[in-house]
Every structure is written in C-alpha cells, then in structure tokens.
C-alpha cells in the first residue's frame, strides 16, 4: 500500500510501529487530549465498555486491542470509541441526551448478528439511552452496488430476518449483492430509532479506492491492504 496512504490498523498487512505512529497523527487532528478505545474485531457482536479514560489507555502491546469485540460504547469524557473497517460498515451512535455513545463493526456477519442491535441494547442498559434520542452515523462500506455474496449469506439472512430477501439484488446463480446499509437501518429504526436520525454515507468503498481502503478490491490485487477507523467521543 502507499507510503502515505495513513492506514490505521491492518496489522497483518503494515508494521505495527506504521500503524502506531499514523494513530498518533491521526489523534492529533482531534483538538484536546483523547484516548483511542479500540478492541480486536471478530464480526460478532461481543460489547466492550469502556468508563473511564483509564480503561481505554492501551494495554502492554500498546495496540489497546486485546478485547475480542465489535461493539465499543461508553460516556467517557476524553476517549474516542473506534472501529476499524475496509469493506465493512461503521455504525457510529451518540445520545445527545445523555452524552453516551458507541462505534460499531458490521460486517455480513456482525449484520446477521445484530451487532448495531446489541449496541443500542448495551448504551440502553449501561447508561439509560432511549433509542429515540439516538443520533446514527452509517459510513463508508461496501455498498449494494458492489458487494457479492455468495448463497450461504442469502440464506441466512432470508431464514433469521423477516423480509430479509429483499436486502439482495441476483447478480449470477448463487450470488447476489446484499445491501448491508439498508440491513443496519432497518434494525435500528425496528428497536425505536427514528428514520431522521439515521445517516447514511452514499459512498462505495468497493468503489472508490481512491478515497477508501477495500479489502474485497485491494487484497487480491496487492496483496495488502490498510484500514479506515471510525470513531466517536465526547469531550
């Protein structure tokens, strides 16, 4: 990948001393003093909660990303909850009411677990959240233009969501594009939050690699790829 190209995680694919140093230009673009709460994502829907800034600091690895998760949420003042994603879709849900918020990694398979789902659940009980007062940011990810799945994925969403065939658009036989963005909306807006306050990025990630990192496009084609981060924080 390009020298300048700022990855932020993707330790796999860069030197972690790359992706360190990119965090700390990364964090300096945030005025005041934040710390990153990261977790070692596994496309589940496993919560971390993060209280204080303390728990947020980086563990001995100083990747802070020895929780096995994909749902951050926390109240913390001075910690930014982040996910890192090049494909995947970024969930990011403030409560203006109450100052809590969370970041969430949704894959195919974060979406068929009901990862923004879990989250919601987890700001509700941690913090008292109403799913009405919410405010979501949907980002960059792959979108239903680009993003082939294979037939195992269709059943599965068709079998466990109501309507859930019609997320898919057939591309050949046993393939079809599935629309993920469409998938996290609807889950949102079935546990009470409202449509208006639900933003979504028009942006393919598949798309334009000229902007974004993309795994399905990038990997094969260069053998490594970086990762976005989309975070979220209260000061």
């Avoid at 990261?38 to 209280?51: A, L, T």
């Avoid at 591309?171 to 639900?198: C, F, M, Y």
């Amino acid at each position: 990948m390009p020298g300048n190209a700022l990855s932020l995680a993707g330790f796999d694919d860069d030197a972690a001393e790359n992706i360190l140093e990119n965090r700390r230009r990364f964090l300096k673009l945030f005025p005041g003093e934040w710390t990153l709460a990261g977790c070692w994502q596994v496309h589940g829907n496993d919560v971390r909660v993060v209280h204080t800034v303390e728990e947020a600091k980086p563990a001995e690895n100083q990747l802070g990303e020895t929780v096995y998760c994909d749902v951050i949420v926390s109240d913390a003042k001075g910690v930014l909850a982040g996910v890192k994603t090049a494909d995947c879709v970024p969930i990011l849900i403030g409560d203006p009411a109450t100052g809590a918020f969370a970041a969430v990694h949704a894959g195919w398979r974060g979406t068929l677990a009901t990862a923004v789902i879990v989250g919601v659940e987890r700001l509700a009980k941690e913090y008292d959240v109403r799913p009405e007062d919410l405010r979501v940011a949907i980002g960059a990810s792959a979108g239903p233009c680009c993003y082939e799945v294979g037939s195992e994925v269709i059943e599965a969403f068709s079998s466990k969501f109501v309507d859930g065939e019609k997320l898919f658009t057939p591309t050949r036989e046993g393939h079809a594009t599935v629309d993920l963005l469409k998938a996290n909306r609807d889950q949102l807006i079935s546990i009470g939050v409202k449509p208006e306050r639900i933003h979504i990025a028009p942006i393919c990630t598949m798309c334009r690699t000229d902007l974004f990192f993309s795994y399905r496009k990038e990997k094969s084609v260069h053998g490594k790829v970086g990762r976005l981060m989309a975070v979220i924080g209260k000061k």
